[in-house]
Every structure is written in C-alpha cells, then in structure tokens.
C-alpha cells in the first residue's frame, strides 16, 4: 500500500504540532524541515514563556480557541510527564468602554470561566505594584498561565522522534516547484538537494515570502522587544503574588525563569504594538529609542520597575495580517501544499489546534474548529479594491 510523503517546513511551535498531530493520526512518512535548527534563537517560538490567556475583547472565537488549545495543552502533559504550563492569574486593567475589558469578561463568564470584575480599591489592596491613575476598569482571571515555549518545543521534537518522523535541520528550501496537481512537489534546497513530496505544510513565520512569493500575501513581518527585569523582590513579583498582566498594548509575566529553574529569575515585560516592517533574514536590531518608550510605559504602570535593572532585551517577530486573524489555507494553485501565515504574536498558545487544523487540511479529514475564517479567499475584495484604485 502507497505511503503519501508529507514535508513540514519550519520547525516551530505550529510545524512540531502539526507533524505531531500527522503521526499521531497515522501518517507514517512524515519529516520536518528546518532552515536552522529547532528552537534557534531567531524563530518566532523560540524563549522562555508565552501568555495563555483567554481574553479577546467581543471576540468569543478566539476565546472558544483557548479553551479547545488549553485542554490539548493539558493532555501533552500528562502523556508525557513534563511540565510545559506553570498557571498564574491575568489582571486586566482597563478602561470602561475600551472595547476589550467588559466584551472579555463577559465572554469569560459565558464559558463559565472564573473571572470576576474587581474594584479599584480592590486592586489597589491586593496588587499595589500597580499605578492605577490611568485605568478605571479591572478584571481578575484565575486560570491564565505561562506556557514554557522552548520546552514545549523539545517535547514536541521527541514526540515525533518517538513516533517515527523524522526532522531534518539546517535544511533551507528556496523553491518550491510543481507540474500538476497529480504529481510529487518538488523542494529545492540550498545544498543543492532536490526533495520530493505528496503534500507539504508551510509553516515559515515572517520567512513566509520567500516560498510564497507569488501569492503577494497580506502579511507583515515586524520586529518586536521582550524587556527582562532584575532586581525585584519575590515578595511582591513572584508567581501567585504578582498576576500575568495587560494593559493597554503592554503585557507582563510575574518572575519566573526558564524552565530547569537554574537561570535567574526576572519580570518579563513587552508590547504587543506592531513594530517595524523587517527583512526576517537581516540580523535583529536593538531600537533604543523603541526600548526607551517600552520601557517608559512600563515604568508608569509598574513604578518599582524604575530601579530595577533591564537584564536582557530580546528581539522577536510577529507575522502579522491586516485583520490580526490566522491565514491557514491550501495553495490556491496547488490543494497538496497547505500553509500557515499571519500568527501576529498571539498563535503560540493555540500550537497544538493549529496542528490538528493543519493535519485535517492535510488529510481532507473534518477539522476540530471551524475555519473559513481563516481562509485565504477573505482578502480578495481587499484586493480588488486595491486594484481597482491603481487603475
């Protein structure tokens, strides 16, 4: 019996979950390509920790996402042994009618969430590490966490391992080629090999361009700063005492550190306001003037942060698209090639729902959630008026 030869290219968080969910669901022939080598410092899943949190504003979707992600996230624990979540609390503090906070909470409790809205006084008695001036609106959720990112993805590369698929690195294709639908796609690598497949999945991040050039995605790649604070006390930082956080476009994590615990332990801090268009391929750039409005913003709702000492700044990027939602979609001039774009620095928590959406694309197999909202086809009347203006 023919054994279809599926290829996963790129090695993060949503390539691992998919080649993942593949053998688990019986795939046999599957390999991951990866340009650099899993977990390198410049992939978009690469680092200590990634926010699990349910809030989405009006947007019920994304928070019915968490929910499906959090369970599979759950079930890789305890099939494995390791511990990739560590929860916390998520304060919100927001503002009455910013469209986020009220939308959030009552989407939360509709899930039957443990969220509760509390008062400024409240907030003020229980996380007086906060500057309250600016915000009159504040939600307290107990089941938010910290996903350890580069442990998640070391468990996912041994699952595949154990399963029998194979993951190649330092392997970097720079075409794609194929004749019809009905024969092998062709990858063409930059040492020279040529690779054949049945069906592939792109899952390139910000490198998405360079193999799907020609479908002029709507997808930005933009550099983005996580900001690591020393020198604050665990009695008013630590997990349990101080909440996972967001507020306005900043979003923070209490002390923690990587995942051995052998490494020092720091507040976590970044913005999740868009940076610059960037060349992914260009080596990452330290804006100081960016790192200085960060951390301005930070030190006026953290004020104990203002004699702490800024240990470590680390570049990272976003994918994003116009509309903040997922592209995960077959080629449009090929069904066998399956690609994943747009994650815009919230897809990490959702890795392995996507890989299941992913596999059923693979597999024209019903998938776990809905997707035409992910669909490529979103952007054509975007598009058309945009051509229509040219002309």
Known sequence: MYKQKIVVVGGGIVGLS????????????VTVLEQATIDHKRSTSHGISRLLRFEYGND??????????????????????????????LLVLGHEGDQFTQPSYTNLRRMGLPVEFVSRQECKQYFPQFNLQDCDQFTYN?????????????????????????????????????DTTHVPIRLHC????????????????PWVHTLLGELSLPVR?????????????????????FPAFLSR??????????????????????????????????????????????????VDLLPAVRHATLERVDTCMYDVTPDEDFILDYHPHNAHIIFASGLTGHGFKFGPLLGEILSSLVRDTPPPVPTTRFQLARFAAHRHLQQESVA
């Open 18 to 29: 998919t080649a993942y969910a593949l053998l688990k669901q019986g795939m046999k022939q």
């Open 190 to 205: 930059d040492d020279g090999d040529t690779l054949t497949a049945d069906r592939v999945v792109l899952a390139l991040g």
């Open 60 to 89: 019920a979707f994304y928070s019915d996402l968490v929910h499906h992600s959090s369970k599979r996230w759950r079930t890789l624990e305890r099939m494995t042994g390791q511990t990739l979540y560590t929860p916390t609390e």
């Open 142 to 178: 107990h089941e938010a966490g910290i996903l350890h990112a580069s442990h998640c993805l070391g468990t996912l590369k041994a699952l595949i391992a154990d399963l029998g698929g194979t993951i190649c690195e330092g392997k970097r294709i720079h075409d794609i080629t194929y």
């Open 249 to 298: 476009d900043l979003y923070g994590f209490p002390l923690h550190s990587s995942f051995d615990s052998s490494g020092p332990r720091w507040l976590k801090v970044a913005s999740h306001a868009f940076g610059n268009t960037i060349n992914p391929n260009d080596e990452p750039q330290i804006e100081e003037r960016v790192i200085a409005q960060i951390r301005k913003k930070i």
């Open 221 to 241: 790649p933009t550099r983005q700063y996580l900001l690591y604070f020393g020198n604050l006390t665990s009695k008013d930082f630590d997990i349990h005492t």
